[in-house]
């Protein structure tokens, strides 16, 4: 007897996050993995300490408090708020529920590697579209959606290039989609943008746009896994029946609840990395390495080829730090640098400095 699994499923490349521990380096400065530099807020970390006495306790079905504090906090509508294990979980339930066989998904040659996964989870064939210089082209999705088009999965800010498009442009492409395509705005960076909301607005004037945030980056919990939609009510309703009714513990719903609450820590987090990810951006140009303007919490660094990125990612090692390679995005010449704090970036812009002196 022969058990296969379902088409589609054996053409998924499994997804490789950044690495974490580094041989002959006990406590590494791991900058592979956009984590937040500072940790998490105090107040979080008290909601953790608390949350040990309802272990026992099933958390709540329908994530009201914290629904309302995504609400209360951003200016939105709780009805229309789906919590999920990170965002990834609702970025799922969005291709299990509008996607399937003789569907297809359309996402950016440099987008995140989730996307033709889930694609191809659902049945669905994933479609790659080129970007321009390493932004995201309207006109190049537009010209890739035909009648099989159900979802368009667009990051903004993009990962790993930190570039990103104007919200004229978001609401370009959400106005001239076809009908039955879902236009997903993954803003797992949208808290370290400026005058930028992620889309909420356009969320609330179309039927054909949700938008998906985390509480992994800016807030400092992915090792919690929380995140967070934002959509029409009659695709959140949707959503929510593909959902377990206890896909979150209370634990993260709590600790979720502080964090957002902590405004302080978040400003603070934000101000930092616009700083330092200015100054190390900076720094690399000055070093003659290529790197486009960030909008995010990392910048990508492009060395002249393939060698080169590796020698350096080799002597960053050397030295106990961890960055990610990005080949698998589409840039064998590029390192993935999350920005880190004083310390830590300053550290990175010595390793590099001595490393192109002896190349």
């Known amino acids: 007897m022969t058990i296969t699994p379902q088409p589609g499923i054996m053409d ?17 400065l791991k900058l592979s993995s956009n984590e937040n530099p500072y940790g998490t807020s105090t107040r979080a970390l008290a909601a953790l300490e608390r949350s040990a006495a309802t ?9 009201a408090e914290l629904r309302d504090a995504i609400a209360e906090i951003h200016g939105l509508d709780a009805d229309r708020i789906i919590c999920g294990v ?46 321009r210089e390493r932004v995201v082209d309207v006109d190049a999705i ?38 039955q395509v879902i236009l ?34 800016i807030h400092g919990l992915g090792g919690l896994r929380i995140g967070w939609g934002y959509g029409p009510r009659a695709i959140i309703d949707v959503l929510n029946r ?19 609450r902590d405004e302080g820590f978040t400003e603070h987090c934000r101000a930092e990395n616009a700083r330092l990810r200015d100054w190390l951006r900076d720094k690399l140009l000055g070093l003659g390495i290529a790197c486009d303007e960030s909008h995010a919490n990392y910048v990508l660094a492009r060395f002249a080829d393939e060698a080169e990125a590796a020698a350096c990612d080799a002597a960053l090692r050397a030295d106990g730090i961890l960055v990610r390679r990005v080949g698998g995005y589409g840039f064998p010449e590029g390192l993935r640098i999350t920005v880190g704090d004083e310390a830590g970036c300053a550290r990175v812009i010595d390793a590099i400095t001595r490393f192109k002196g002896t190349a």
Not at 146 to 157: G, H, S, V
Not at 187 to 208: C, H, I, P, Q
Not at 242 to 260: M, W
Request: net charge negative.
């Open 86 to 131: 990170g965002s990834d979980e609702v970025l799922q339930f969005l291709a299990q529920c509008y996607a399937g066989p003789g569907d297809e998904v359309i996402h950016t040659e440099h987008g995140f590697a989730m996307y033709p996964i889930l694609a191809r989870a659902a049945g669905a064939t994933p479609i790659e579209v080129a970007e």
């Open 242 to 260: 593909v959902r377990q009714p206890f896909n979150l513990s209370n634990t993260q719903l709590t600790v979720a609840e502080a964090a957002l």
């Open 12 to 28: 998924i490349a499994l997804y490789v996050g950044g690495q974490s521990r580094l041989e002959g380096h006990a406590s590494p």
């Open 142 to 179: 537009l010209a890739a959606c035909t009648d099989a088009t159900r979802i368009i999965y667009l990051t903004n800010p993009g990962n790993p290039t930190g570039t990103m498009i104007p919200i004229a442009e978001v609401a370009r492409l959400a106005e001239a989609i076809p009908d």
């Open 55 to 63: 272990l026992h306790r099933y958390p709540s079905t329908d994530h």
């Open 184 to 217: 997903v705005l993954d803003g797992a960076y949208v808290e370290f943008t400026e005058d930028y909301d992620g889309g909420a607005k356009l969320v609330e004037s179309r039927e054909n746009v949700v938008m998906t945030r985390t509480f992994s980056k």
